[in-house]
């Protein structure tokens, strides 16, 4: 009874943690798009009468990109995980200098976060039912 216990412990705890990485998730998904947002407006929107360099468009693509891995980590976690840790890497390292790791590991924060409960709550039972 008491590892009963202890099992519904550890999968509320996990399950409350998989709901506050995705909360994380979508408020850092808010905070990076409103760059964006921003970005569109200044580049593509702006009283510019060309297009911009080949580079912002490059990095527009990578910062959505990252931005849709947010969102999808929130379904898919391992994808996700994999998804935003490279667009995120892509994105970040050419632009931020000495601040990367800080934006870097703020930005996947929720989706490690994210693969790890979902990798604690896969294997917390074993599939078969209980021991």
């Known amino acids: 009874m008491a590892a009963m216990n202890a099992l519904l412990g550890n999968e509320l705890m996990l399950k409350v943690l998989t709901w506050a990485a995705r909360v994380l998730a979508v408020v850092i998904f808010l905070f ?3 760059f964006f947002v921003e970005h569109t407006a200044e580049w593509f929107v702006g009283p510019y009468p060309r297009k911009p360099p080949p580079a912002v468009w490059l990095g527009h693509g990578l910062h959505l990109l990252m931005l ?57 039972i074993p599939p078969g039912g209980s021991n």
């Open 68 to 124: 849709v891995s947010l969102l999808v980590v929130l379904r898919w976690p391992v994808a996700g995980t994999l998804l935003l840790v490279a667009s995120a890497l892509a994105f970040f390292a050419g632009r931020t200098g000495s601040r990367f790791p800080l934006f870097f590991g703020v930005t996947c924060l929720p989706a490690l976060i994210l693969l790890f409960c979902w990798w604690r709550l896969r294997h917390l």
């Open 32 to 34: 990076w798009g409103a």
